[in-house]
């Protein structure tokens, strides 16, 4: 009677192939598909609504200042 002993040569191919295979369809959906690009403008987006409101808030606090001080004298 033969005994298998741990993993044959061919299955180990086999499994490397696929993972190979594998690896190069999820890069090739990752860089062709847009998500590394959709990223890259909301980052963008985020941003520039960040700086507009960041603006909006001084140009409040600034409305705010100005009529405590008018209000005040």
């Known amino acids: 009677m033969k ?3 741990g993993i044959t040569l061919i299955a180990l ?7 190979i295979i594998l690896a190069s369809i999820t890069l090739r959906i990752l860089i ?3 998500v590394v690009s959709g990223a ?3 980052k963008e987006t985020y ?3 960040a700086i507009t409101e960041q603006k909006k808030l001084d140009r ?5 200042k100005d009529k405590t001080t008018v209000d005040g004298e």
């Open 3 to 5: 005994k298998n002993k």
């Open 13 to 19: 191919i086999v499994t490397v192939v696929i993972l």
């Open 32 to 34: 062709k598909g847009g």
């Open 40 to 42: 890259e403008q909301q």
């Open 47 to 49: 941003e520039n609504k």
């Open 60 to 64: 409040l606090v600034n409305e705010y």
